[in-house]
């Protein structure tokens, strides 16, 4: 047998597919990736393509086998304390206690199991990224001397984005 | 009541449906996924698993490796002597249980 390089297609939906299972059962997730990447692995890279696509998206997956691991449950949860408290954190928490509240706001989302990591990446790089333009432009626009209200139109413009950013993240929450 | 009718039937089916397409013949994943699949028994891949793995786990299927033509290792499933029964026994009561359904709900009445 010759062993072929796995095309980085594949080698990249089969990281995705597992951080998306991070919630399944060890068991199940462990036969999902195994199951798809005997599957993928050995394929040239536009035959994996076209295979990937009739997989699908690794998120829709997860949350198939999620759903069909535990048939009783309804397949809306509510979020749990921690959900709510890692997103208040994240809206507010860099207001109240400022940097520092949203940074634990972000290592908790970080460390949570109760979103993939797609949305970790989504709920803390879109805020902070806002904060920085949205600050730096008022700077180019108005000069170096305008920094306390270029803060405050930054902070303001974050808060919306953070706030919508957290209410996407209640929703997505598996517990 | 669920909206979804659909659903909750085939949830309620579909392991009969895998052991079925297993007596037939040792399957794996992938090609159990694309049978049921394709007949929307179910939505995608993630959906099958968890339930071999509880067909695995209450004994009626079994898995074994198998040599694929490119020299890879591929896991078959295959039915167990209990998945055999149990198919048999699910056959013995799907017939009369659709004859009666189909009995209480009717054909519908046709609207002008």
Not at chain 1, 60 to 65: D, H, K, L, P, V
Not at chain 1, 106 to 114: D, E, F, G, R, T
Not at chain 1, 142 to 158: H, K, L, M, N, S
Not at chain 2, 50 to 60: D, F, H, K, S
Request: net charge negative; proline share 6%; hydrophobic share 45%.
């Amino acid at each position: 047998m010759i062993d072929t390089p796995t095309p980085p297609n594949v080698a990249a939906y089969l990281r995705e597919l597992d951080a998306a299972l991070s919630t399944a059962p060890a068991e199940v997730r462990a036969e999902i990736v195994a199951g798809i990447e005997e599957e993928l692995v050995g394929l040239d890279a536009a035959t994996a393509a076209t295979r990937i696509d009739e997989l699908g998206d690794p998120v829709f997956i997860a949350a198939e086998a999620t759903g069909a691991t535990t048939p009783d449950s309804p397949t809306r949860t509510t979020p749990g304390g921690y959900s709510i408290l890692t997103v208040v954190l994240l809206i507010i928490g860099g207001f109240v206690v400022p940097v520092i509240g949203w940074i634990v706001g972000a290592v908790l989302l970080v460390a949570s199991s109760a979103w993939t990591r797609r949305d970790k990446l989504i709920g803390t790089l879109v805020p902070a990224l806002t904060f920085v333009v949205a600050t730096t432009v008022f700077l180019l626009l108005r000069g170096p001397d305008a920094g306390v209200p270029a803060f405050i139109i930054g902070g303001a413009v974050t808060f919306i984005v953070g706030l919508l950013s957290g209410i996407r993240l209640l929703r997505r929450a598996s517990h | 009541m669920t909206s979804d009718v659909g659903a909750q039937l085939r949830k309620g089916v579909v392991e009969y449906c895998i052991l079925g397409l297993l007596e037939r013949e040792p399957m794996y994943g992938w090609t159990l996924s694309e049978a049921l699949v394709s007949r929307k028994m179910i939505a995608s891949i993630g959906t099958l698993y968890p339930v071999l793995t509880r067909l695995r786990a209450q004994g009626l299927v079994t898995t074994y490796d198998e040599l694929s033509e490119s020299g890879r290792a591929r896991k078959y499933y295959r039915l167990t002597k209990d998945g055999t029964l149990q198919l048999q026994s699910f056959r013995q009561q799907w017939e009369p249980f659709t004859t009666t359904v189909q009995e209480l709900v009717g054909k519908g009445i046709p609207h002008d």
